[in-house]
């Protein structure tokens, strides 16, 4: 498995502000031979950044010895797939086929996407939508985007997030095998299952192949997010779970938000962790 840092991780990283080269340094500096790269419609990697700056950063990673195999996106928090206004789906909808384009030009292999949501628990804004019209909109939006994957080249990787969809793996295989893609899978973040009172090995187990990407971070029952090792992610179980149906690509530290030493401990907790 790649030991790899999300850009969300460094400093500046959770605003899109941290110059790509800094990002690449200090993922370095804290013993990561890889970093997941993060696009939105504001900052340094954005939906509308061009081929040739797209080419330059991925020249960036190259001269430094870097791996970048991964772009992460927010995006569908503030423009969600599964709205009610169809305008803001379409739009969603292009944002990321935009994204996908420059996951292209950046050489990435696979993007992280966001299928839509129920709830959004930090923005009391946005309204409820009903679990089975948020599903078909989230899978029109898979559907609508797996071309565009498939032409690119680029796996549409579908996270689990607190968004109150997909909450079973059961769910999560059926979804994978109806769309039957190659290209899409699943980006099987770890931590955030812990709320859900979920066992990461068991889906692991269940899913497979369908995982693409692994996204890591820690969870307490009693006190939230936490560090790495500092949790209730039942950290061995897990690691023997991804070697056993052969998991061997990158796992992504995505830890917030920044402090100054951040990075290199999550590096240290994570040589931990792949050394299990």
């Not at 950044?49 to 001269?63: G, S």
């Not at 409820?128 to 559907?143: F, N």
Request: proline share 5%; net charge neutral.
């Amino acid at each position: 498995m790649i030991k790899t840092l999300s850009y969300w991780s460094v400093k500046n990283g959770s605003g899109g502000a941290q110059p790509i080269d800094l990002a690449l340094d200090e993922a370095k500096a804290a013993g990561f031979p890889a970093l997941e790269l993060a696009i939105a419609e504001k900052g340094v990697l954005t939906v509308t950044t061009d081929q040739a700056t797209c080419k330059k950063y991925r020249k960036l990673a190259d001269d430094r010895g870097m791996i970048v195999q991964t772009l992460a996106s927010g995006m569908s928090w503030g423009c969600c797939p599964s709205h009610p206004d169809a305008a803001i789906r379409k739009r969603a909808i292009q944002l990321h086929a935009d994204a996908l384009q420059r996951a292209a030009w950046l050489g990435c292999e696979a993007m992280l996407f966001v299928p839509g949501a129920v709830r959004v628990p930090w923005d009391a804004s946005f309204k409820p939508v009903r679990y089975d019209q948020a599903m078909t909109w989230a899978r029109e939006a898979i559907d609508a985007l797996t071309p565009v994957a498939e032409k690119l080249g680029v796996d549409l990787c579908v996270e689990n997030v607190w968004n109150g969809l997909l909450t079973s793996p059961l769910e999560w295989r059926d979804l994978i095998d109806d769309v039957s893609s190659s290209h899409v899978g699943m980006y099987f973040d770890v931590g955030n299952f812990l709320a859900y009172h979920q066992y990461p090995p068991h889906w692991i187990e269940i899913l497979g192949k369908r995982i693409k990407r692994i996204h890591i971070k820690d969870y307490s029952m009693t006190k939230g997010f936490v560090d790495l090792l500092a949790g209730d992610v039942p950290w061995a179980e897990t690691i023997a779970a991804l070697k056993r149906v052969g998991y061997n690509k990158t796992i992504v530290a995505e830890m917030m938000p920044y402090d100054d030493t951040l990075c290199a401990r999550t590096s240290k907790a994570l040589d931990k962790i792949l050394s299990m």
